[in-house]
């Protein structure tokens, strides 16, 4: 069974990079054809439009594919930078606007007061609220309201995201983590999807050393929600003068006799 599993997990990671290659060829040329759009007609101009929208989204299940066989290996890793959550948000928010006007969704977003410096891998910290958003945007019906709250206390942030869309059965919700497992309903099947996105989201949340929680109640909408311990301080910015000042306090260690402050104020 290891064997099979591990076989399972070098096929997704071979499949998907085997597939990354032409798509990356395939949009580079797409790029390049749109920096000339005004030279085609409207049809052709379109067409050129899908070709890149379903590219792109073609490239984000191949990401899904890939970190799933990180995951399934022990592999996928996260690179920590401190950042401003409110900027994040606001930059999520915006993304998701045209998305959501397909289904005349409202996304209500409620950012902590202060600005908030949170220290965790930003691209994946993106990468889970926007599954969560997304699946709120495809659970729901039209017309609905998607709503986001924050909330920092102590050191940790919880981010809760809450549909009144389709819902999930009590059975469905104890699979919800098996890789590749989608509710069997006509709505997640018109959805499309590939039972990715909550298995990546709880990795993620994990690897953050957070946790993360679900509630649904079928017809009537679905709350996800996390807590990661990763709230930090502002950081301290190293101005030009302080950095080249820093440096001449190095150099001192190693030329101690050297009046380099002096220096640097005489050139
Ligand atoms: P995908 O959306 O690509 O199928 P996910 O892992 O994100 O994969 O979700 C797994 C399944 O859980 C979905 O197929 C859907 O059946 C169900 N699901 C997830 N989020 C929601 C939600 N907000 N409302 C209703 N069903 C949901």
Redesign the pocket.
Known sequence: LHEANAAKTRFLSTISHELKTPLTIISGFVDLMSDSVDQFDAEHAESLDIIRKNAARLGLLIN?VLDISRIDAGKLRIEPTVFQLNELLGELEKGFEQILETKNHTLVVSMPDDVSWLEADRNRIAQLIS??I???H???GPDCEIRLSTAIEDESLTVI?E?D????SEG?QKQ?FTAF???D?E??RE???????????KSIVDLHDGAMW?N?IENQ??T?GFKLPCVTSEPIEVTPDDAELSLLSQRSRLFPDTEWDQIAETA
Do not use: P, Q
């Open positions: 899904d599954n969560l997304n699946n709120a495809k659970y729901s995201i549909d869309g389709i819902g999930i469905d919800l497992f989608r509710a309903n709505a997640t959805a499309g999807g590939t039972g990715l996105g909550l298995v990546i989201a679900l649904s909408g679905t996800v």
